[in-house]
């Protein structure tokens, strides 16, 4: 009988030792996310607009969210034009443009209630370009003064051996961009005078428009500073009346101010982004050494802060 009796107060009691472990294991498994709290919040930011800012962005935005792994960052080209249309619509965060904003523009965003803001990231030039065929049927580099440019671009002169007399009577093929492109907009402010009109094929994006010219013989264009990759396409000298030579267009060029074809390039917001804001940390990244130095990678001029 006292065994019996003894089994039996063994067997409760190892009974109610594995239920309070069986207890305590279900209340590690349901109070354990709520000890541990919640998880980090995702920012997302959209941006959205130049091609020739594109590359830089898409590299600091990769970089900055390997770093910051709760930030969702979407970057997309399309042009200056697309970019600003979609910061005044609120479609973006940031609008990325190789240009200051248009009056039309600046109508439409105040129309809206948007402030928009401009945070210059970097030192550009527009580079003419030509098909290799030309510099190697004239033995040198081509140099064109900006009258000279006009000519060629507003189509009358239409032959090269309007531009030089060793080169053959060929037919000059211009390629542009397209309406609302940033690079469009600064060539035509510095080369075209009032009332004149770009003729030729147009190309949507500075990579498209570089293939088009390094694919086509007796071709002309114009691309951003970093998408000028000879041999496949060999830069256009342009005439600087202050100096009084012609400059080739490069990094130590633009530095020193001599090369005629300067920008700046521009991040714009609606508005400054609130101190802590993703907006505002991927701008002060972007503005850092460490952005600054993507800047150069890319092939444009870091700017000075």
């Known amino acids: 009988m006292r065994e019996a009796i003894g089994v039996s107060k063994g067997l409760l009691l190892i009974g109610s030792i594995v239920g309070l472990l069986v207890g305590l294991a279900l209340g590690t498994l349901i109070l354990g996310p709520l000890i ?167 190309k949507h994006g500075n990579p498209a428009l570089r293939d088009a010219v390094k694919n086509t013989p007796w071709s002309i264009g114009y691309v951003g500073l970093g998408f000028v990759e000879e041999p496949d396409v060999r830069a256009v000298h342009i005439y600087n009346d202050e100096i009084g030579e012609y400059v080739e267009p490069s990094k130590d060029a633009v530095r020193k101010g001599i090369y005629p074809l300067v920008r700046k390039l521009y991040l714009i917001t609606n508005g400054r982004p609130p101190e802590g804001s993703l907006v505002a940390r991927l701008i002060d990244f972007v503005l850092s050494p460490k952005g600054q130095s993507i800047v150069e990678d890319k092939g444009f001029i870091a700017i000075a802060r």
């Open 36 to 202: 541990a709290g919640p998880k980090p919040t995702r920012e997302t930011c959209v941006i959205m607009g130049s091609t020739t800012v594109l590359p830089i962005i898409e590299e600091c935005a990769r970089v900055f969210m390997k770093n910051n792994p709760q930030a969702d960052i979407r970057v997309s080209g399309g042009g200056s034009g697309v970019g600003i249309a979609n910061l005044i619509d609120g479609v973006c965060d940031i609008a990325m443009a190789s240009r200051k904003p248009k009056p039309e523009e600046i109508d439409a965003a105040n129309a809206t209630r948007v402030n928009m803001v401009l945070h210059a990231i970097a030192l550009d030039a527009v580079c003419v370009i030509v098909h290799p065929s030309v510099e190697e049927a004239l033995g040198e580099p081509l140099k064109l003064t900006l009258e000279e440019l006009r000519k060629i671009f507003i189509g009358e002169w239409t032959m090269w051996s309007q531009v030089y007399s060793k080169l053959p009577d060929k037919p000059i093929i211009v390629f542009i961009r397209e309406p609302g492109s940033g690079t469009r907009g600064t060539f035509e402010d510095f080369v075209l005078k009032e009332g004149d009109v770009c003729v030729g094929h147009e």
